[in-house]
DNA sequence: TCCACCCATTCCGCTTTAGA
DNA sequence: TCTAAAGCGGAATGGGTGGA
């Protein structure tokens, strides 16, 4: 069998993915699954996409490699075998235990001294410097960068004090679990290394040297068009984890051996629900729910408000307590939100908490703007002063609400759409300082403030002419979801069809008859995905996608207005009774 | 005076949740 | 893919107490 790095990291999920593989079929293409995971993190999201459309996003992937295959012919010289060179992706081969082991190494770069294996990884490397750690309030970095490469401390200052070594183990560790943020490309790196090393390509009288190419997270675009060194930083940063991947070697060897152990056994037996599984994420296992059916019920208790795998686990395989309703008193009593939603599964009770709701509403200063934003954010940042996956607003909503329930769909609504790719800030901003008046005062309300508040800021960073302006608007946002979860042990409001949720995915439905169906955008991705590919778009239908853009975005803030409605209202029924 | 022990508080890392 | 905030639970810290 021919076993590619994403199906033998497939394969070693569990004992039983090999069996499903063989009875199921699999059931994502991998290349679609991969260029999906890159670029959304959800299948669902991109249905609507055309093919031109898919190209354009997969090619901002490539852009990065080639970014990184131009940074390494600087820094390191020789010679680059990559996307461009005429065979592709160098593509090397390995025969162990009866099976052909397959790789495509993204750069491969020999130079007189030696032979460099990079792999490109269309993330940023702020997950890297997380590793570092903190002993008696001081900072100590994991990896520290010389010359534009990141090396491991070990390697530069080699003898670390006893309590620090300690720390600094522990840290190190991460990169040897293919489940961590990091580690997984550590690992990526470590299977290419296994591979290559075994292949014919391999050169043993050579040096060589394994590098992991990363987004720099402190890397600010200076605005041309090409990308150079700026205030000493590159967009690329480079992981030397040559000793890394050699320590890896041996464990890569055992999960080679694992797999094939698996693949012989055609071992389907129960399987717990595990961390591999990945469940929640985008690299979550395609047979989840054939192993995990009750996943696809209604109330079953992974709905259980901050309950983590090892909770669903536990309730549903160990006890056998698959759907909340299956809760006995003991597991009920652990979480105050566990009794509330097993209350209202079973009781059908709604659960509104009318002192904190009053006091959330009173809080609330009119007009009431309610604001939304569209964002897009490029791998390789497009404009001056971006970041790597830089969030730039191109499109905004504003619904005004003058008075309470004073508010029309098409009167009291103004937006701003970007038509083309050039920077927007400028008119983001003169929009916005336009339309909201807080002079008299006023609350600008969001859904799930975090990102409203963040944009705002990094306006406030690109254009410090009018910081102050912008800080005032952050400084009035609240936040409507506090109206909803609240703060407390309990939420101010819920109902079962909220299903332990308060995404406004979730919370529309549950409050309200309004319905994203049958709209050709529908959620914020696609909006971002809908910008990033305007250049293809047919020029026929680019009004009508536009329009389709603004519809959503109108919607989403009409939707605020309706919930800020539906609150009202909950309290005037309780203060009739 | 020292130290073991208990309990309360703080710190820290990890996970979950939400937005695009 | 990114980010921040919040919650959780375990580890670390620190104060108080009592016995040697």
């Not at 190190?172 to 490309?185: A, P, T």
């Not at 009053?358 to 897009?376: N, Q, T």
Request: glycine share 4%.
């Amino acid at each position: 069998m021919r076993i590619s790095k994403t199906r033998f990291l497939d394969l070693l999920r569990c004992p039983r993915f090999y069996d499903y593989t063989q009875s199921v079929g699999d059931t994502i293409d991998p290349l679609d699954q991969d260029i999906l995971e890159h670029l959304t993190g959800d299948a669902e999201d991109l249905e609507t996409l055309t093919k031109a459309q898919e190209a354009v996003l997969n090619g901002l992937h490539e852009r990065v490699e080639r970014e990184a295959s131009t940074w390494v012919r600087q820094r390191l010289g020789g010679h680059t075998i990559d996307l461009d060179t005429s065979g592709g992706q160098h593509h090397v081969e390995r025969s162990v235990h009866g099976h052909v082991w397959t790789a495509e190494l993204d750069i491969l770069n020999p130079t007189d001294t030696g032979v460099h294996v990079i792999e490109v990884k269309a993330s940023t490397t702020s997950e890297l410097s997380k590793l570092d750690f903190k002993l008696n309030g001081v900072y100590h970095p994991v990896f520290v960068k010389n010359n534009h490469v990141h090396k491991l401390v070990e390697e530069t200052a080699p003898y670390l004090e006893t309590a620090l070594q300690e720390k600094y183990l522990k840290a190190r560790k991460n990169l040897f679990d293919r489940l961590h943020k990091v580690g997984r490309h550590v690992y990526d790196l470590a299977f290419q290394r296994f591979v290559y090393e075994g292949s014919i390509d391999y050169d043993s009288a050579k040096a060589h040297t394994y590098y992991l190419a990363l987004l720099n997270k402190d890397y600010h675009h200076d605005g041309q068009e090409t990308y150079d060194v700026v205030n000493g930083e590159h967009v690329i940063s480079l992981i030397d984890l040559t000793t890394i991947t050699e320590e890896l070697q041996s464990v890569v060897a055992e999960d080679v051996r694992q797999v094939v152990d698996y693949i012989d056994q055609h071992d389907n037996r129960y399987q717990n629900l595990i961390k591999a599984c990945q469940k929640g994420t985008p690299r979550a296992c395609p047979y989840l729910t054939q192993c995990n059916p009750y996943l696809k019920v209604d109330y079953n208790v992974d709905e259980l408000m901050g309950s983590s795998y090892k909770d669903t686990a536990r309730f549903a395989h160990q006890e056998s307590k698959p759907m909340i309703a299956d809760l006995d008193e003991a597991d009920r009593s652990k979480k105050p939100k566990w009794r509330m939603q097993y209350d209202a599964i079973v009781h059908d009770t709604i659960h509104v908490d009318q002192a904190s709701l009053k006091a959330f509403l009173s809080h609330l200063e009119y007009p009431v703007y309610h604001l939304d934003f569209e964002s897009f954010a490029a791998p390789l940042p497009r404009f001056k002063g971006e970041k790597p996956y830089q969030q730039h607003v191109f499109q905004v909503s504003l619904h005004i609400e003058r008075e309470a329930g004073m508010c029309d769909n098409t009167l009291d609504h103004v937006e701003f759409l970007a038509e083309d790719h050039r920077d927007c800030r400028h008119d983001v901003v003169a929009f916005l300082l336009e339309h909201i008046d807080l002079s008299a005062g006023g609350t600008v309300l969001v859904w799930h403030k975090t990102f409203e508040r963040e944009r705002l800021k990094e306006l406030a960073l690109a254009i410090p002419k009018y910081a102050s302006e912008l800080q005032h608007i952050r400084d009035a946002v609240v936040d409507l979801k506090d109206g909803f979860l609240g703060k407390g042990a309990l939420p101010i409001l819920y109902k079962k069809a909220l299903h332990g949720k308060y995404s406004i995915k979730f919370v529309l439905p549950a409050y309200t008859s309004i319905t994203y169906e049958g709209m050709a955008i529908n959620n914020g991705l696609l909006a971002a995905t809908t910008y990033a590919t305007y250049p293809v778009i047919d020029p026929a239908h680019f009004d009508h996608v536009l329009d389709a853009m603004r519809t959503y975005c109108k919607q989403d803030t009409w939707a605020m207005v309706t919930l800020l409605d539906v609150c009202r209202n909950l309290i005037e029924q309780n203060s009739t009774d």
